[in-house]
């Protein structure tokens, strides 16, 4: 089902990227109080800067990850597709700790503690297909390709008042 919709073997790669892109704005909202370290308090006009900063770097560099995994897939070539996504879950994860070390306004505490568990969770399911593919096995990594693609569109929806371009994914780019 999910072959016929988006197209075979290209839903893993682009929902990696999606839900890359989408964990690392996740991860930069989802940190401390801002103006920690000089005693004012952080609000989104100066937090949305910094963390873009760390989502673009991030984002130039998962989409390099991620290119030809969804082809490697589709030719067989599982080992390959594996290693690449383990690669993106493991810059996504450190992406997270860059993020998450930006103090965070207090009024969007909450909000962003939310959206950076969607990062989590997302780093997670790239994981998830990287052990699949390394199996030697490809079945079921389109249903955790359909579940990443769920957490941007939950991530974006989270963060929207934020206006972010680079912390934020399009969808539609990866489907």
Same mark, same amino acid.
């Given at each position: 089902?999910?072959?016929?919709?988006?197209? $075979?073997?290209?839903?893993?790669?682009?929902?990696?990227?999606?839900?890359?892109?989408?964990?690392?704005?996740? $991860?930069?909202?989802?940190?401390?109080?801002?103006?920690?370290?000089?005693?004012?308090?952080?609000?989104?006009?100066?937090?949305?800067?910094?963390?873009?900063?760390?989502?673009?770097?991030?984002?130039?560099?998962?989409?390099?990850?991620?290119?030809?995994?969804?082809?490697?897939?589709?030719?067989?070539?599982?080992?390959?597709?594996?290693?690449?996504?383990?690669?993106?879950?493991?810059?996504?994860?450190?992406?997270?700790?860059?993020?998450?070390?930006?103090?965070?306004?207090?009024?969007?505490?909450?909000?962003?503690?939310?959206?950076?568990?969607?990062?989590?969770?997302?780093?997670?399911?790239?994981?998830?297909?990287?052990?699949?593919?390394?199996?030697?096995?490809?079945?079921?990594?389109?249903?955790?390709?359909?579940?990443?693609?769920?957490?941007?569109?939950?991530?974006?929806?989270?963060?929207?008042?934020?206006?972010?371009?680079?912390?934020?994914?399009?969808?539609?780019?990866?489907?």
């Amino acid at each position: 089902m999910f072959k016929a919709r988006y197209g $075979a073997g290209k839903a893993g790669t682009r929902s990696c990227r999606a839900v890359t892109a989408v964990f690392l704005a996740v $991860a930069a909202m989802a940190s401390s109080p801002v103006g920690a370290a000089n005693g004012e308090a952080t609000t989104r006009a100066t937090y949305v800067p910094r963390a873009e900063a760390i989502c673009h770097a991030a984002t130039v560099h998962h989409q390099t990850a991620l290119r030809g995994v969804a082809e490697m897939v589709q030719s067989h070539e599982l080992t390959a597709a594996a290693k690449r996504l383990r690669s993106a879950s493991r810059a996504l994860r450190q992406t997270i700790s860059r993020l998450a070390a930006i103090p965070r306004p207090p009024a969007d505490r909450q909000r962003l503690t939310q959206w950076f568990s969607y990062g989590q969770a997302g780093a997670g399911l790239l994981q998830q297909m990287a052990r699949r593919l390394a199996s030697g096995s490809s079945a079921g990594v389109s249903a955790m390709a359909n579940r990443l693609l769920r957490y941007v569109r939950r991530a974006n929806a989270t963060v929207v008042g934020f206006e972010f371009h680079y912390c934020r994914i399009d969808p539609a780019n990866f489907t």
